[in-house]
């Protein structure tokens, strides 16, 4: 991860090679059924004034996760390697409106890394040092899943979203299957160090609230003490491993520049859990 802050860093100072819009607070929503219910304000946090070590405050951390995860697209040399096909994958694709998971062949080749190889000949395939990812698949992928036996094909019955992030200190609630889940998060708003009339975000952290067993479970899913234009997003809440509770696919990104899917399953979580982070992907766009 260090490596991944210090390349976004050099990229910075080169181009901007992503824009995301700055998130912007919705209006209060009442949806029926297995969808949002309810938004307004919690009680916020502590801030964090020193984020030298984002490294260190950044969760979920990326080491010692069950399984791998991976996108499509086009990967600098050292974010994805042939070697990853080995492991047997799933995808979660999106067609026509509805999600599903399926079995799924990798192809991982050779390709022209726009920002590194721009001094190769990009013509000459031997010289390119970046990685393409496809799949046998016609459908977007969403997300890659290595294999798993907690993982078949199937539709995936999701909850739809308003807005794809949860706001500084909102809550948003849903029903799935009956039960009833909250996503909500804290943190505070301070001056920017470049500008003191600009609030940014500090201490952000989400959390996942639900009962399991009777008892209710209030669940860090993703934190980080700063943002750069950026939030943490919401891809898909549905269930992806068929076990009759909610898992979240969310890119738990704190910079503009970087990419971070990270899968959360309900069948690998612990007795006081309601999801556990199984794999995230980290990749910079330039």
């Avoid at 920002?115 to 977007?140: A, Q």
Wanted: some cysteine; overall charge negative.
């Amino acid at each position: 991860m260090r490596k991944i802050v210090v390349l976004i860093v050099v990229c910075v100072s080169i181009v901007a090679c992503k824009e995301i819009s700055k998130a912007e607070n919705g209006s209060d929503i009442q949806i029926a059924g297995d969808s949002l219910a309810i938004k307004d304000s919690i009680a916020s946090s502590d801030s964090i004034d020193n984020i030298d070590w984002i490294d260190e405050e950044l969760y979920p951390k990326s080491k010692d996760l069950p399984l791998s995860v991976l996108s499509t697209g086009v990967f600098h040399g050292d974010e994805t390697s042939p070697e990853m096909i080995n492991k047997g994958w799933f995808g979660i694709f999106q067609d026509r409106g509805r999600y599903y998971i399926a079995s799924t062949t990798l192809s991982i080749q050779k390709a022209f890394d726009v920002v590194l190889d721009e001094t190769v000949d990009e013509h000459n395939s031997s010289n390119w040092t970046g990685w393409e990812v496809k799949t046998s698949h016609i459908d977007t992928s969403l997300v890659l899943i290595s294999s798993s036996p907690r993982l078949s094909s199937h539709e995936i019955k999701t909850i739809p979203l308003d807005k794809d992030f949860i706001d500084l200190n909102e809550k948003k609630t849903f029903t799935y299957n009956g039960s009833s889940y909250t996503l909500y998060s804290t943190g505070n708003l301070k001056p920017a160090e470049y500008n003191k009339d600009e609030m940014i975000i500090s201490n952000y952290k989400l959390y996942l609230k639900g009962y399991k067993e009777g008892k209710e479970i209030n669940q860090l899913l993703a934190s980080t003490p700063t943002f750069d234009d950026t939030m943490f997003r919401v891809f898909l809440i549905g269930d992806i491993d068929n076990d009759g509770f909610p898992d979240l696919v969310l890119n738990t990104s704190y910079h503009y520049n970087l990419y971070r899917p990270t899968v959360y399953l309900s069948s690998f979580a612990d007795k006081d859990q309601l999801v556990k982070v199984v794999g995230l992907h980290s990749s910079v766009g330039c």
